[in-house]
């Protein structure tokens, strides 16, 4: 009978420790995932979707001529696709057009089309104004950084080098600094999609920044939850970055070997993901995630909606922090980044449409 009084007793021990585990799991959850948070609609006046783009934009990247470069067609593992079979792609769009529309451009012999998945983009003007586009791709979910010219009178790329590296293991977003160098988010620690999942659910800050050139790689920052886009300031000097899941914006500053020490942080109450840095003001740009449970857990019936940010005067006591739009998915879903040129935006998605704004 003692027996059976201690077993019952262990037993209800247990429980009681399971229903406090479950409880403290869906309390970060909810948190992390801003699961409560209803948008108020904020509408621009003059907006229209980009023809062509069905797959998504996750990331856009504008040169200082107007030419803006943008990443489809992302396969990621826990994200909506709504084109799982079909290879990414990489769009033009010239912003000084009347009409600006969305060109596919075409990628050089020898490259595995078929296999193509980009994510995080970045261009590196050099001294002989030749142009380089990084892109984070993930062909069968590993990560590469592909490097590539830029041909504009073709509207063509041309494939130059495919990089891998064990410190590049969950790459997100990248940063050009020179024609072979750059920043790069890993936005987990882990690959395996089960562990990848539990570190997301117990807000393990194992992710990070790696530093690479073909004569050094390494960790330069660390301790995000998941650290997602990364830009640099116009003069060079400061690097930001985004944490998804902490809805923060790290100011770090960059010094001469490269390492990264942080200067401050920007709460906020959203999910950023990629950032844009207007090279004229500075501004800092974020598309962003305004519940990430909808965009994580995709239902038609309860849409993930869409939300951009202006951060202005970041490096100062008191940024400003404006949001530009904001809207419930019935538009746009999943808003991934915004990138400004001469007043006009454009606003991508992780696997959705585009929107092309005058401002």
């Not at 948190?31 to 209803?38: H, L």
């Not at 993930?138 to 495919?162: A, I, M, Q, R």
């Not at 790696?210 to 990364?230: M, Q």
């Not at 060079?236 to 390492?259: C, P, S």
Request: with cysteine; hydrophobic share 40%; charged share 20%.
């Amino acid at each position: 009978m003692v027996g059976s009084i201690a077993k019952v007793k262990v037993s209800g021990d247990l429980l009681s420790i399971s229903l406090l585990i479950n409880c403290i799991v869906n309390c970060l959850t909810t948190r992390k995932m801003n699961a409560s948070r209803e948008l108020e609609p904020v509408e621009l006046p003059n907006c229209q979707l980009i023809k062509g783009i069905e797959r998504g934009a996750e990331d856009i990247d504008i040169l200082p001529d107007g030419l803006a470069l943008i990443s489809s067609g992302l396969k990621y593992p826990g994200l909506k696709s709504f084109a799982p079979d079909k290879p990414g792609e990489i769009f033009l769009m010239d912003l000084n057009d009347e009409n600006p529309r969305a060109v596919e451009l075409r990628i050089s012999r020898g490259f595995d089309l078929a296999s193509f998945n980009p994510h995080g983009i970045s261009t590196y003007i050099d001294k002989d104004d030749s142009v380089y586009l990084f892109v984070v791709n993930h062909p069968e979910f590993k990560s590469t950084v592909e490097v590539f010219k830029f041909v504009e009178d073709e509207n063509s790329l041309v494939h130059l080098k495919t990089i891998r590296h064990q410190l590049l293991s969950r790459v997100n977003d990248i940063v050009a600094l020179g024609p072979d160098h750059f920043y790069a988010t890993n936005d987990h620690y882990f690959f395996n999609s089960i562990l990848t999942f539990l570190e997301l659910f117990l807000g393990l800050p194992w992710s990070n920044v790696v530093y690479y050139s073909p004569t050094e790689v390494k960790e330069v920052a660390s301790g995000f939850y998941s650290a997602n886009g990364i830009n640099i300031s116009p003069d060079k000097k400061y690097v930001y970055i985004a944490d998804l899941m902490a809805h923060r914006v790290h100011v770090m500053e960059k010094h001469a070997n490269w390492n990264l020490t942080q200067l401050k942080v920007l709460e906020l109450d959203t999910l950023v993901d990629n950032l844009f840095v207007d090279p004229y003001t500075g501004d800092v740009w974020g598309g962003c995630h305004p519940n990430g449970m909808k965009l994580f857990f995709y239902d038609p019936e309860n849409l993930p909606g869409s939300e951009v940010i202006r951060i202005q005067n970041i490096l100062s006591a008191k940024p400003t922090v404006t949001q530009v739009y904001a809207e419930n998915g019935s538009v746009l879903q999943g808003c991934s980044v915004a990138a400004v040129y001469s007043g006009k935006l454009l606003i991508g998605t992780v696997f959705h449409r585009a929107l092309y704004c005058e401002l």
